[in-house]
């Protein structure tokens, strides 16, 4: 769903994480979390325009940014 909003805008999205990085929570609930997330940060991207979602280990917890050219969103 998320790729064809995407799409229809011309939109990348681009990931950038640790394949080995493990979150200690409800799959479903991350899931949901980051489906909202990103689908904001779609809506409010002028066409052609990116959209990176990236999750690194900081401070013993795992830090998750999705952001497009107008905004942050953590």
């Known amino acids: ?3 064809d909003l995407a799409k ?3 939109i990348a999205i681009n ?3 640790d394949s080995n990085l493990t979150i200690p929570a409800n799959k479903n609930m991350i899931k ?3 489906r909202n997330l990103i ?3 779609i809506k409010f ?3 052609n325009g990116k959209v990176d979602v ?3 280990m900081g401070n013993n917890q795992v ?3 999705v952001s497009n050219q107008w905004m942050v969103i953590y």
């Open 1 to 3: 769903m998320l790729n």
């Open 8 to 10: 229809w805008k011309n």
């Open 15 to 17: 990931c950038s994480f």
């Open 32 to 34: 949901t979390i980051l």
């Open 39 to 41: 689908s904001n940060a």
């Open 45 to 47: 991207t002028h066409k």
């Open 54 to 56: 990236n999750a690194a």
């Open 63 to 65: 830090e998750i940014a």
